[in-house]
Structures are given as C-alpha cells and as structure tokens.
T-cell receptor, first 116, second 114 residues
Framework: GNSVTQMEGPVTLSEEAFLTINCTYT??????LFWYVQYPGEGLQLLLK?????DKGSNKGFEATYRKETTSFHLEKGSVQVSDSAVYFC???????????????FGQGTTLQVKP | NAGVTQTPKFRILKIGQSMTLQCTQD?????MYWYRQDPGMGLKLIYY???????DKGEVPNGYNVSRSTTEDFPLRLELAAPSQTSVYFC?????????????FGPGTRLTVT
C-alpha cells in the first residue's frame, strides 16, 4: 500500500542554517505530494505541493522537488528563521487510484526547532 | 471566507459521556475528513465523506460515528467516551477530484477524557 517515511526529529538548527527534511514515499500510482506545516497549537497548513515528476513546489523560501526515480520529496530551505519552528508533515495523495477519495497518507512528522 | 471551522476548541469529558464535534466548511468542497492526532504522532483518518449522504470508515473508526446531511457540515459523534479517545481532532476538506487533493484543515478540537 501507499506510505510516507520522514526523517526522525527533532531537528535543531541555528538561525540562518540550511534545512533539509527527508521524505520518501511508496505509491502504486502517480501521487500528488505535499508538505504541511503545523505551528504550536494550530491546525495544519499547506506549505507547498507538486503534482507530477520533476515539479518543484515552493513557498516562503521552502522548496521541494518531486523525484520519481528516487521516490523522494525532500524539503529544503536555505536560511531558517526562529519563526520556522514547527512540525512538518510530508503527505501524498493517490488521486488516480481506484478509490479516488482524496485521502492523504501522512508521514509521522518532523519537529524543527530553530534557535536564535 | 472562513474556510474550515471547528467547535468546540477544547472539551473535557467524563468516561461514558457523549458529545459531537462540529465541523463546517464554506468552500463548497465535496470531500471532508476527520483525523485524530495523538501526541508526537502523525494524523490518523477516522472517517471521510465524498459528498452529502455518503460516508466511509478510515483507519481508526471504532468508537466514532459521522453523518453528512449537507455539503457544509460533517459532525463527528463520540457515543461512549473512553480515555483512549483523548486526542486532538482535525476536520479537513478538499475540492473536486480533478484537483491535486490538497486538504484544508480546521484549527482542531482538543479533547480530554478522564
């Protein structure tokens, strides 16, 4: 079945450091891929998405490229800020699957803590 | 647009009590979902609906019930609350099947069962 695996956290970085959070997936179809962010005490917000191979999603300085050959969708940011401290979730949706229910499969989440 | 709204924000229940978590979206989305998030964990799907009058079970449906009488509303019912249902509950919605299926989340309901 479909699944998403994220690197374990927590990830602790100093301000202005480079960030990578690894995400790999297993899917039988051609999934859409997402990164969601959850700030403390809040719901999940869509950070970026990619719908086909080689697409690059980007938002707020974050980027992720849909790599079909390595089944990966790693999240990167060149210079993190304290305000980026949050939990980041990688997810996939097999929108072309037979069930076509729009269900998302989530990774377990990676906590990022950025120190001044 | 308000997006996805959930009420209440917080609730404490005694074992065996019942309650309904409310979820409303004003984006005319056909698909809606209920998740629970336990501390330090990802999200697990409880129930989902692909349109008014149509619901189906997710990964962890035991102890819960749903209904979908309108496009806007998707309430989640706990009939006999148990400590294992202590969690944060999120409702989400997504537009038509032709989209990328990104989901829009509500702010959550934090439930404690004691």
């Amino acid at each position: 079945g479909n699944s998403v695996t994220q690197m374990e956290g927590p990830v602790t970085l100093s301000e202005e450091a480079f960030l990578t959070i690894n995400c790999t997936y297993t899917a039988t179809g051609y999934p859409s891929l997402f990164w969601y962010v959850q700030y403390p005490g809040e719901g999940l917000q869509l950070l970026l998405k990619a719908t086909k191979a080689d697409d690059k999603g980007s938002n707020k300085g974050f980027e992720a490229t849909y790599r079909k050959e390595t089944t990966s969708f790693h999240l990167e940011k060149g210079s993190v800020q304290v305000s980026d401290s949050a939990v980041y979730f990688c997810a996939l949706s097999d929108r072309w699957g037979s069930s076509n229910t729009g269900k998302l499969i989530f990774g377990q989440g990676t906590t990022l803590q950025v120190k001044p | 647009n308000a997006g996805v709204t959930q009420t209440p924000k917080f609730r404490i229940l005694k074992i065996g009590q019942s309650m309904t978590l409310q979820c409303t979206q004003d984006m005319n989305h056909n698909y809606m979902y209920w998740y629970r998030q336990d501390p330090g964990m990802g999200l697990k799907l409880i129930y989902y609906s692909v349109g008014a009058g149509i619901t189906d079970k997710g990964e962890v449906p035991n102890g819960y019930n749903v209904s979908r009488s309108t496009t806007e509303d998707f309430p989640l019912r706990l009939e006999l609350a148990a400590p294992s249902q202590t969690s944060v509950y999120f409702c989400a919605s997504t537009p038509t099947r032709e989209g990328a299926y990104e989901q829009y989340f509500g702010p959550g309901t934090r439930l404690t069962v004691t």
